[in-house]
T-cell receptor, first 113, second 117 residues
């Protein structure tokens, strides 16, 4: 599984757009990029997954440049309820090792009024 | 469709006692994973199981920890002779069998918080 690097923490204010970038220089050809969100005292929750270019759902967008060595999770117009830890994971869902889904320390996002 | 159910949500044990944590996966899910999370840290993989089989236990301490996922009933994570360092949140996750729409997404429970006095 590719190692990922993301900022330890970020601060934002309500209504702003937040972009969290994750570096994964050793990403392999079959690897996908997946982001999870974890609220305090809860289990992580899947947010979005992508392979290349841009993916958008009702919660977030994921931007992946052509070289795929990084990715950016974009949260539009954050609210206080978006305060959470965000984890970036990289791996091939069909490989045996993916089952371990290595979670790093994640990025602690604090949204202020 | 109920989510992943873990119990107990909170468990207090004294040093030397045993802790048993239970996890019922989502309906139709045949894969179960256990993770441990220390305060202010990320989740650390412990073990991956399918029904009646341990597939990968490389993240589980060799001593005192065991896991099972029987043919009937929930998956159990068992910690014998607990020590203070075992205090953590233990999360269970499940995933469906691989198929056409498989993404590798894990569905997590709310966790079981173990406190060792």
């Amino acid at each position: 599984l590719a190692k990922t690097t993301q900022p330890i923490s970020m601060d934002s204010y309500e209504g702003q757009e937040v972009n969290i970038t994750c570096s994964h220089n050793n990403i392999a050809t079959n690897d996908y990029i997946t982001w999870y969100q974890q609220f305090p005292s809860q289990g992580p929750r899947f947010i979005i997954q992508g392979y290349k270019t841009k993916v958008t759902n009702e919660v977030a967008s994921l931007f992946i440049p052509a070289d795929r060595k990084s990715s950016t999770l974009s949260l539009p117009r954050v609210s206080l309820s978006d305060t959470a830890v965000y984890y970036c994971l990289v791996g091939d869902p069909l490989s045996g090792g993916y089952n371990k889904l290595i979670f790093g320390a994640g990025t602690r996002l604090a949204v202020h009024p | 469709n109920a989510g992943v159910m873990q119990n107990p949500r909170h468990l207090v044990r004294r040093r030397g006692q045993e802790a048993r944590l239970r996890c019922s996966p989502m309906k139709g899910h045949s894969h179960v994973y256990w993770y441990r999370q220390l305060p202010e840290e990320g989740l650390k993989f412990m073990v991956y199981l399918q029904k009646e089989n341990i597939i990968d236990e490389s993240g589980m301490p060799k001593e005192r920890f065991s896991a099972e996922f029987p043919k009937e009933g929930p998956s159990i994570l068992r910690i014998q002779q607990v020590v203070r360092g075992d205090s953590a949140a233990y999360f269970c996750a499940s995933s469906p069998p691989q198929g056409d729409s498989y993404t590798g997404e894990l569905f997590f429970g709310e966790g079981s918080r173990l406190t060792v006095l």
